[in-house]
């Protein structure tokens, strides 16, 4: 960085340099031509013959040597004045450019929390904000990804422990009714860990910002087609969104799965409606309902309630993908009470 300062202190000086000596060229010139003209119209008032007379008065009055001097030491000490006023600029300017390059270094390095000044409203604080921006955005990635695979393989665990259980037990086991046992529950844990990484390619997939096949999706007739695969109650308006329908049917399916999970052999209710310049989609069950301090936590991934949620199966992932497809919609997905019991959690999407 200092050879960009200093080439950046030279070429100042440099141009000062060049703009002193035309000047002096466009000084010296003048004076000449001032001087031809006033020696030509004395001529002309006085006559031929007064010439060699008016040429010492000229001289004397306007020696050029001695002014082109004076001009040239000015010009000298004015490029002396701005090149040492320009020093603690260029200097200032390369020092802040120093700061980004060490600080995008360091991100680049592993150094995730390592952020840039931004102070100014320049270019360079201009450059610094984005960065940073770009910075949080990127560790905010990074750390969900490292979250989303340390619960990953701790999640793994358990149904490869079943399933390697249940086939040690198929293999020993004589009995035959007890051998088919065993391998329905092998091909229950397989069933889970296909649902498990499906759902963890899913999220990935969308923490990676995807392209959306966007279509206008009758959300109406969509919670109406999602409803009678589980029984629920489907009411509302005939709206519609702008989005991919076959994720915003997954989110969907994933709220309808997730209330019957909770309140079983009660029916969810779906209700369509409108919200200003948004689409409103309800979902809300009769379950235990949520506790306060846990309806934000349980949008993260592998987040389950305590007590019961062990017992009412899924893979931990079902709520988090929910808001994630939300998100790259451009909308919103939260939960809150119920009013008699349970919880509803609505989506919002832009009406398109």
Same mark, same amino acid.
């Given at each position: 960085?200092?050879?960009? !300062?200093?080439?950046? !202190?030279?070429?100042?000086?440099?141009?000062?340099?060049?703009?002193?000596?035309?000047?002096?060229?466009?000084?010296?010139?003048?004076?000449?031509?001032?001087?031809?003209?006033?020696?030509?119209?004395?001529?002309?008032?006085?006559?031929?013959?007064? /010439?060699?007379?008016?040429?010492?008065?000229?001289?004397?009055?306007?020696?050029?040597?001695?002014?082109?001097?004076?001009?040239?030491?000015?010009?000298?000490?004015?490029?002396?004045?701005?090149?040492?006023?320009?020093?603690?600029?260029?200097?200032?300017?390369?020092?802040?450019? /120093?700061?980004?390059?060490?600080?995008?270094?360091?991100?680049?390095?592993?150094?995730?929390?390592?952020?840039?000044?931004?102070?100014?409203?320049?270019? @360079?604080?201009?450059?610094?904000?984005?960065?940073?921006?770009?910075?949080?955005?990127?560790?905010?990635?990074?750390?969900?990804?490292?979250?989303?695979?340390?619960?990953?393989?701790?999640?793994?665990?358990?149904?490869?422990?079943?399933?390697?259980?249940?086939?040690?037990?198929?293999?020993?086991?004589?009995?035959?009714?007890?051998?088919?046992?065993?391998?329905?529950?092998?091909?229950?844990?397989?069933?889970?860990?296909?649902?498990?990484? /499906?759902?963890?390619?899913?999220?990935?997939?969308?923490?990676?910002?995807?392209?959306?096949?966007?279509?206008?999706?009758?959300? !109406?007739?969509?919670?109406?087609?999602?409803?009678?695969?589980?029984?629920?109650?489907?009411?509302?308006?005939?709206?519609? @969104?702008?989005?991919?329908?076959?994720?915003?049917?997954?989110?969907?399916?994933?709220?309808?799965?997730?209330?019957?999970? !909770?309140?079983?052999?009660?029916?969810?209710?779906?209700?369509?409606?409108?919200?200003?310049?948004?689409?409103?989609?309800?979902?809300?069950?009769?379950?235990?309902?949520?506790?306060?301090?846990?309806?934000?936590?349980?949008?993260?991934?592998?987040?389950?309630?305590?007590?019961?949620? /062990?017992?009412?199966?899924?893979?931990?992932?079902?709520?988090?993908?929910?808001?994630?497809?939300?998100?790259?919609?451009?909308?919103?997905?939260?939960?809150?009470?119920?009013?008699?019991?349970?919880?509803?959690?609505?989506?919002?999407?832009?009406?398109?």
């Amino acid at each position: 960085m200092s050879r960009l !300062y200093l080439r950046i !202190y030279i070429a100042l000086l440099a141009v000062l340099a060049v703009f002193a000596l035309l000047s002096l060229a466009a000084f010296h010139f003048h004076a000449e031509w001032q001087r031809a003209q006033e020696q030509a119209a004395w001529a002309e008032l006085a006559g031929a013959w007064a /010439e060699p007379l008016l040429e010492p008065l000229l001289e004397a009055e306007a020696p050029p040597l001695q002014r082109l001097a004076w001009v040239a030491v000015s010009l000298l000490g004015l490029l002396a004045l701005v090149g040492v006023a320009a020093y603690p600029v260029a200097r200032s300017l390369t020092a802040r450019l /120093e700061a980004l390059r060490a600080g995008v270094q360091a991100f680049g390095d592993g150094d995730l929390e390592r952020r840039v000044p931004s102070r100014g409203r320049d270019e @360079v604080a201009a450059l610094a904000r984005s960065f940073n921006a770009a910075a949080d955005r990127i560790e905010t990635l990074v750390r969900a990804q490292q979250r989303l695979l340390a619960n990953a393989s701790h999640e793994l665990r358990s149904p490869l422990a079943r399933l390697q259980l249940a086939l040690e037990l198929h293999t020993a086991s004589t009995d035959a009714a007890a051998r088919a046992r065993h391998l329905a529950e092998a091909r229950r844990n397989i069933a889970e860990l296909d649902a498990l990484v /499906e759902e963890i390619l899913l999220a990935a997939r969308l923490d990676a910002a995807p392209t959306l096949q966007r279509a206008s999706v009758h959300l !109406y007739a969509l919670a109406s087609d999602e409803g009678a695969r589980v029984g629920a109650n489907v009411t509302g308006e005939p709206l519609t @969104v702008l989005g991919d329908e076959r994720l915003l049917r997954r989110a969907l399916r994933n709220l309808l799965d997730n209330a019957c999970r !909770y309140a079983p052999g009660l029916a969810p209710e779906v209700r369509v409606q409108a919200d200003g310049d948004h689409v409103a989609l309800w979902v809300c069950d009769r379950g235990p309902g949520v506790p306060p301090d846990w309806r934000e936590r349980i949008f993260e991934p592998f987040s389950r309630l305590p007590g019961h949620a /062990e017992d009412a199966g899924g893979v931990g992932l079902g709520l988090t993908l929910v808001r994630q497809i939300a998100s790259v919609h451009g909308g919103t997905a939260h939960c809150i009470e119920r009013a008699g019991g349970g919880a509803c959690f609505v989506l919002r999407l832009p009406r398109a």
